[in-house]
């Protein structure tokens, strides 16, 4: 499965951005998907996760009632919708594929985007 992550942007404190991450491969639907992001000189972090089915879906606590995730299995894509977007969620974030099926924070990531940019101006 190869990813490919977009949506990226500058945006103002209290906007909203959608990131969209489009997979190749007829395997897409068999993985749980998630999001991560990383800002400067900080560790990566999970943000969201849903599972292979859609059936479930998991948030990282300071991002809860801001940012939502769906996927698409008929169109292999995945999407975080930002709103409420604080300075603080300026990252660079990702999407990766969990070979488990669950999309949690503990799932095995084994594939990954190639990172969009977000930048939160106050």
């Known amino acids: 499965v190869q990813l490919q992550a977009s949506g990226g942007g500058l945006v103002q404190a209290g906007g909203s951005l959608r990131l969209s991450c489009a997979a190749s491969?007829?395997?897409?639907?068999?993985?749980?998907m998630g999001w991560f992001r990383q800002a400067p000189g900080a560790e990566r972090e999970f943000v969201a996760g849903?599972?292979?089915?859609?059936?479930?879906?998991y948030y990282a606590s300071f991002v809860k009632g801001r940012f939502s995730i769906s996927r698409n299995n008929v169109e292999n894509t995945v999407f975080l919708q930002m709103n409420s977007l604080k300075p603080e969620d300026t990252a660079l974030y990702y999407c990766?594929?969990?070979?488990?099926?669950?999309?949690?924070?503990?799932?095995?990531?084994?594939?990954w985007g190639q990172g969009t940019l977000v930048t939160v101006s106050s």
């Open positions: 990766a594929g969990d070979r488990g099926g669950s999309g949690s924070r503990y799932g095995t990531y084994e594939y």
């Open positions: 849903i599972s292979a089915s859609g059936g479930r879906t």
């Open positions: 491969g007829r395997t897409f639907s068999r993985y749980g």
